[in-house]
């Protein structure tokens, strides 16, 4: 049983709305072999380790265990999905989700279960694969203790992935609120929000918490004497350089008093409650070692309570209790620190919601001021505190108590935060009594914390939790205020780039920052950031999280869907062009059929609006799909039964209607006909003659309309959006310059290829016409050939070329597949020439060129191959004519010294070389 490979889909995928890692697991010898054959090895020892396999349910919501003991096409591929889940939710990364699927190839199964962190998910299929494999073959494997044992190790790597409680609070809390985020580190370290509307947070410190408000809240010294200045209660406190100077300090404030760190956390290196001048000497060393500096100050009298103030208010206030056990006359304080450590909810650091007890020096030197060892039994009922401080780092509790604190000590709470300037921070407030007033108690402020950490009041060990995360997140985006961008996704089998940048176009000339993804580079306001085919979820992932982006344009292709899934949750508005036969046979999609499902995800993940071709069939039967508000047809087609349909009803649809003047594209919206530009105003459409663009044209129409754009700003945005290769590099980039006219086009599949002979027998060229043209070597040898149908019998030159990556075939092997058929096409074998570069394709194609001339130019290399046309020289390519000819033509003798020359210029003489 072996993974041959994995997945991990981020988003919503052709498996599930959710994020789900796939394994491909080779079952090997035992594809054939039920899980039931191995249920009585298999089950009592993993559902002790995995209790949460007992309640599971399968992917059609049956209870697990039956299956897994009668079922005989239940193999072991399905129970490690579910074994991958229960470690993952015994390792505190719970999530949910798990099934198989068939895979192409026999003895091979799709493994896919959910997750939450992508590390936690993969070593959590790889654990599972390990613990079967040694639990039904002993002789290769382990006994059963080791099989515990490996779990905790996974338990190990998995703690030191997880989010801690306080990222994990605001994460719930912005799902809760439908904000999205993001990871942005393998700390906690996240995102909330999207584009201009982001907001980072680390702990309890947020992208807008002031710097100097903590440099303030980390020097013990300096906020003390703030809030001593704006008359809240703090102890005397005395900054010292050495062990001496100290002990005088503490003679001088008077004993008892504390020693810590001017800069420390989590209560390292602070010592309460000294008496003497060694105590104090002792703890002088200690706190030196955990911060810059040392403070002394005087001992405040009563309990640890922490005030927890967000934008000001106090949210959540608790008391806390110095890590302890508690005797029962029996065990020992040992025994009793391993029976609370015991609880679920302890773990180390800060991963949990609290943290395991240590007997370690500093809790063995405060047993023994009592006269105790780990080894000693204390009576029943009495309270062995392991620290001094009450830190829940340090394996302290905490008691709920915001119901019940004095309005004085919330106030004074709320007021420190405000003198300090953060806009989260915690007051560790010392006083006998919190329901009363600092006034009569003589409580005091001894600490002001930035970042402070939420479990003890999220999950306190008595009394109610408190929703801190919550209030964070309201702090950060009040109800009613954005917190996610506008997101326009398309897809299609041709198009989607021309869209998507016409779209982007319209946006950005309507004054927003538009975030676009596409099939050359992520563009952010219109400028490159990153080259390469950006289609995927990465690509959307920099929209989404660039602080400057208002709008995204995502376009969306199908390897991306495949391989990864989306980089969204859902989008505002969708668009799917058309599904044509394109990359047919590659990652298991063999059907224009499944081809569109694969499409149809962005629809299914619409929210607003379902933008979707009316002419094209398979688009056409994505609309029961989907669950965005409205669906808005396009169609080249005025009298579309079912579009005339659909805008009877009153709901949206762009339709290419005639008129006396041309084409006319008109917007159909809340009964209403808007006519919107007639289509040789657009540049794109090479005045209405370029029938694809004037299609493409009419779907980003559709959706700058959908997005809440006015019709003058959709027109200003389509007069002013061009083919040139500047603006649209590689999409029917057209150059007049020679003499000739070129056309340049990224066109790879039938259809694509199509459209432009369509455009080449439009604009009806007056001389020849010549076609370079090729087709990716990873396409089936019937693609190559359809694209050969669809230019055989329109030009009168053919150059058949490779791409520079043959990808697998040798570079002759595809332009030899197109010249076949050509042949077969009645096209002349005369007039068809092999040059397998598409360099030298190129030139060859611009050197047979003459005046009047169309060159239709398919390419991979679109920059390289622009250059060529641009920097082509005709002179270079000239060809002479001899004095004899010009003799007979008229009489005309050459100059001695000169010769003649015939190129796209004309004619001419030119001096000898």
Same mark, same amino acid.
């Given at each position: 049983?072996?993974?041959? &490979? &994995?997945?991990?889909?981020?988003?919503?995928?052709?498996? &599930?709305?959710?994020?789900?890692?796939?394994?491909?697991?080779?079952?090997?010898?035992?594809?054939?072999?039920?899980?039931?054959?191995?249920?009585?090895?298999?089950?009592?020892?993993?559902?002790?380790?995995?209790?949460?396999?007992?309640?599971?349910?399968? !992917?059609?919501?049956?209870?697990?265990?039956?299956?897994?003991?009668?079922?005989?096409?239940?193999?072991?591929?399905?129970?490690?999905?579910?074994?991958?889940?229960?470690?993952?939710?015994?390792?505190?990364?719970?999530?949910?989700?798990?099934?198989?699927?068939?895979?192409?190839?026999?003895?091979?199964?799709?493994?896919?279960?959910?997750?939450?962190?992508?590390?936690?998910?993969?070593?959590?299929?790889?654990?599972?694969?390990?613990?079967?494999?040694?639990?039904?073959?002993?002789?290769?494997g382990a006994d059963e203790g080791e099989i515990a044992a490996e779990i905790e190790s996974f338990e190990r790597f998995a703690s030191r992935r997880l989010l801690g409680p306080t990222a994990l609070a605001l994460v719930h809390a912005a799902e809760a609120r439908d904000i999205p985020w993001a990871r942005l580190n393998e700390a906690s370290m996240i995102q909330v929000g999207q584009g201009k509307y982001a907001k980072r947070i680390e702990a309890a410190l947020t992208s807008q918490t002031s710097h100097i408000a903590v440099e303030i809240a980390s020097d013990k010294e300096l906020c003390a004497r703030l809030l001593s200045d704006l008359g809240l209660p703090v102890p005397r406190q005395i900054f010292v350089r050495d062990a001496e100077d100290a002990a005088d300090a503490a003679r001088d404030i008077g004993y008892p008093v504390v020693v810590k760190p001017v800069d420390g956390n989590h209560g390292r290196g602070v010592a309460v409650d000294l008496g003497s001048d060694d105590e104090v000497a002792a703890a002088y060393e200690r706190a030196a070692e955990q911060g810059s500096g040392v403070v002394v100050e005087s001992m405040i009298l009563g309990d640890d309570h922490r005030l927890f103030v967000v934008n000001g208010e106090l949210v959540a206030a608790a008391r806390r209790m110095p890590g302890h056990v508690i005797g029962d006359g029996r065990r020992t304080i040992a025994e009793l620190v391993d029976q609370v450590n015991e609880d679920p909810q302890r773990g180390v650091g800060h991963e949990n919601m609290l943290t395991r007890l240590e007997l370690d020096e500093t809790a063995e030197a405060l047993l023994g001021e009592r006269g105790y060892t780990p080894e000693s039994v204390p009576p029943e009922g009495e309270v062995i505190y392991l620290r001094r401080t009450a830190n829940i780092s340090t394996g302290g509790t905490a008691i709920d108590v915001t119901d019940v604190i004095h309005p004085d000590n919330k106030l004074m709470a709320e007021r420190a935060i405000r003198g300090v300037g953060l806009d989260i921070g915690g007051v560790d407030f010392l006083t006998t009594d919190i329901t009363r007033s600092f006034r009569e108690t003589g409580g005091a402020i001894c600490e002001i914390n930035a970042g402070p950490g939420m479990r003890m009041h999220i999950a306190p060990s008595e009394g109610r939790s408190r929703d801190v995360g919550g209030k964070v997140i309201e702090m950060l985006f009040p109800p009613g205020t954005p917190s996610r961008i506008p997101i326009a996704?398309?897809?299609?089998?041709?198009?989607?780039?021309?869209?998507?940048?016409?779209?982007?176009?319209?946006?950005?000339?309507?004054?927003?920052?538009?975030?676009?993804?596409?099939?050359?580079?992520v563009y952010i306001d219109g400028n490159v950031t990153v080259r390469g085919d950006m289609t995927g979820p990465v690509a959307a992932s920099m929209v989404l999280r660039d602080p400057s982006v208002d709008m995204a344009v995502i376009e969306t292709a199908r390897g991306g869907i495949v391989r990864a899934g989306l980089g969204y949750r859902y989008c505002d508005v969708d668009a799917v062009l058309n599904v044509t036969s394109d990359h047919l046979g590659l990652g298991g999609v063999d059907t224009v059929e499944e081809l569109a499902k694969v499409k149809r995800l962005v629809v299914e993940v619409a929210k607003d609006?379902?933008?979707?071709?009316?002419?094209?069939?398979?688009?056409?039967?994505?609309?029961?799909?989907?669950?965005?508000?409205?669906?808005?047809?396009?169609?080249?087609?005025?009298?579309?039964?079912?579009?005339?349909?659909?805008?009877?009803?009153?709901?949206?649809?762009?339709?290419?209607?005639?008129g006396m003047n041309g084409d006319?594209?008109?917007?159909?919206?809340?009964?209403?006909?808007?006519?919107?530009?007639?289509?040789?105003?657009?540049?794109a459409t090479l005045e209405g003659k370029a029938l694809h663009n004037v299609e493409n044209a009419m779907f980003a129409a559709a959706m700058a309309h959908a997005l809440g754009l006015t019709l003058d700003q959709i027109r200003n945005g389509l007069r002013t959006f061009d083919n040139t290769f500047y603006q649209s590099p590689g999409r029917m980039n057209v150059y007049d310059e020679h003499g000739f006219r070129?056309?340049?086009?990224?066109?790879?599949?039938?259809?694509?290829?199509?459209?432009?002979?369509?455009?080449? !027998?439009?604009?009806?060229?007056?001389?020849?016409?010549?076609?370079?043209?090729?087709?990716?070597?990873?396409?089936?040898?019937?693609?190559?050939?359809?694209?050969?149908?669809?230019?055989?019998?329109?030009?009168?030159?053919?150059i058949c070329h490779s791409d520079d990556d043959p990808r697998g075939r040798t570079p002759e092997e595809v332009p030899e597949i197109i010249r076949a058929r050509l042949i077969e096409r009645g096209v002349e074998a005369q007039r068809i020439r092999i040059v397998p570069s598409e360099e030298e394709a190129i030139e060859t194609a611009l050197g047979m060129a003459r005046p009047q001339d169309l060159v239709l130019i398919f390419c991979e290399a679109i920059t390289r191959s622009w250059k060529r046309i641009i920097y082509f020289d005709p002179v270079e390519k000239a060809e002479p004519v001899t004095p004899e000819a010009l003799v007979a033509a008229g009489g005309f003798d050459v100059p001695e010294g000169y010769r003649v020359l015939s190129d796209a210029r004309g004619v001419r003489i030119v001096p000898l070389d």
């Open positions: 049983m072996e993974i041959v &490979s &994995s997945s991990v889909y981020v988003g919503p995928n052709i498996h &599930s709305r959710r994020p789900m890692i796939r394994l491909t697991l080779d079952l090997h010898r035992r594809a054939e072999t039920p899980v039931r054959d191995y249920a009585e090895t298999l089950l009592p020892p993993l559902l002790r380790e995995l209790p949460t396999l007992a309640t599971a349910l399968t !992917e059609t919501g049956e209870p697990l265990l039956p299956r897994l003991r009668e079922a005989p096409d239940c193999h072991l591929g399905e129970f490690l999905a579910h074994v991958a889940l229960a470690l993952q939710i015994r390792a505190g990364a719970p999530s949910d989700g798990a099934f198989t699927r068939p895979s192409v190839r026999e003895g091979h199964v799709e493994v896919l279960y959910g997750y939450e962190s992508r590390e936690i998910g993969l070593e959590a299929g790889e654990v599972a694969r390990e613990i079967i494999l040694d639990l039904i073959a002993p002789e290769e996704a398309l897809t299609g089998t041709n198009g989607k780039t021309t869209t998507a940048r016409m779209l982007a176009h319209v946006l950005k000339m309507a004054g927003h920052v538009v975030g676009q993804t596409s099939t050359d580079a609006c379902a933008v979707l071709n009316a002419d094209d069939e398979q688009t056409l039967r994505m609309a029961a799909f989907t669950e965005a508000r409205e669906i808005c047809y396009v169609t080249r087609r005025a009298d579309h039964p079912l579009v005339r349909e659909h805008i009877r009803l009153g709901q949206p649809a762009v339709v290419l209607e005639q006319q594209i008109v917007i159909y919206a809340h009964g209403g006909q808007i006519p919107l530009i007639w289509t040789h105003l657009i540049p070129v056309i340049l086009d990224y066109g790879h599949n039938e259809a694509a290829v199509g459209a432009m002979v369509d455009l080449v !027998e439009r604009l009806r060229p007056l001389g020849k016409r010549i076609v370079c043209v090729t087709c990716p070597g990873d396409r089936r040898d019937e693609d190559a050939r359809a694209i050969a149908d669809k230019v055989a019998g329109h030009f009168d030159e053919y």
